[in-house]
């Protein structure tokens, strides 16, 4: 019976310690109802912003070693051989008739990440003439993205292997969908700029 006394007396206490903390202008009042104290006009709650920790790719450092952890990640029987597949394979690979959307039908998942020089220079003009094909393809899916994505298209998937040869990192986002939006003309413009200008 004591403690049940005495843990009542706390939480009197705490629960006086924190009418204090928040509205200490009530003590001033002589009387104060049940009503008064609960009433959500005169006690609103409202949102707590909290600061988020930094996102795995929104630091140079923490990308290379995210990358470098995806590269030498052993996923088992879904760990792919790049080294027997090269980018325009791959891209064959990924073609698909047109499935429901959000179906993970529509979505081809990478557990580990590619060398760094797997997408050759001689692999970018031959992709580069795919950038325009509305073929249905899936879309790349890193099982550490927040977002699942649906299905693409060959040019799209194209150009993102593109911008894997630009980063020197594939895939260069975790969903090819979600986190990827492509200019074709951008993309036409860069292979001008960078392979042609020798020729011209």
């Given at each position: ?18 009418v204090?903390?928040?509205?200490p ?17 005169k006690?609103k ?6 600061k988020m ?10 990308k ?22 090269n980018?325009?394979?791959f891209l ?12 993970w ?12 020089d ?8 031959e ?10 393809s ?8 927040s ?6 298209t ?10 894997g040869?630009?980063q020197?990192v ?21 292979y001008?700029?960078e392979?042609?200008?020798e020729?011209?």
């Amino acid at each position: 019976m004591k403690k049940v006394l005495l843990i009542i007396i706390v939480v009197l206490f705490i629960s006086g310690l924190t009418v204090y903390a928040f509205e200490p202008e009530i003590i001033k009042k002589p009387i104060l109802s049940v009503k008064e104290l609960i009433s959500p006009a005169k006690y609103k709650v409202g949102l707590v912003p909290l600061k988020m920790p930094p996102n795995e790719f929104s630091n140079i450092d923490h990308k290379a070693k995210f990358v470098e952890s995806m590269r030498n990640f052993d996923a088992g029987e879904n760990t792919i051989n790049w080294n027997e597949i090269n980018p325009l394979e791959f891209l064959e690979q990924l073609k698909q008739e047109k499935v429901a959307n959000h179906d993970w039908a529509g979505l081809f998942t990478i557990w580990n990440y590619p060398p760094e020089d797997w997408i050759k220079e001689g692999d970018i003009h031959e992709l580069i003439k795919l950038i325009d094909s509305q073929e249905t393809s899936k879309s790349i899916y890193v099982m550490v993205s927040s977002c699942i994505g649906r299905q693409t298209t060959i040019g799209h998937e194209a150009m993102h292997l593109i911008e894997g040869y630009r980063q020197k990192v594939y895939p260069p986002t975790t969903s090819s969908s979600c986190y990827f939006k492509p200019n074709v003309e951008e993309y036409q413009k860069w292979y001008e700029e960078e392979f042609l200008k020798e020729i011209k």
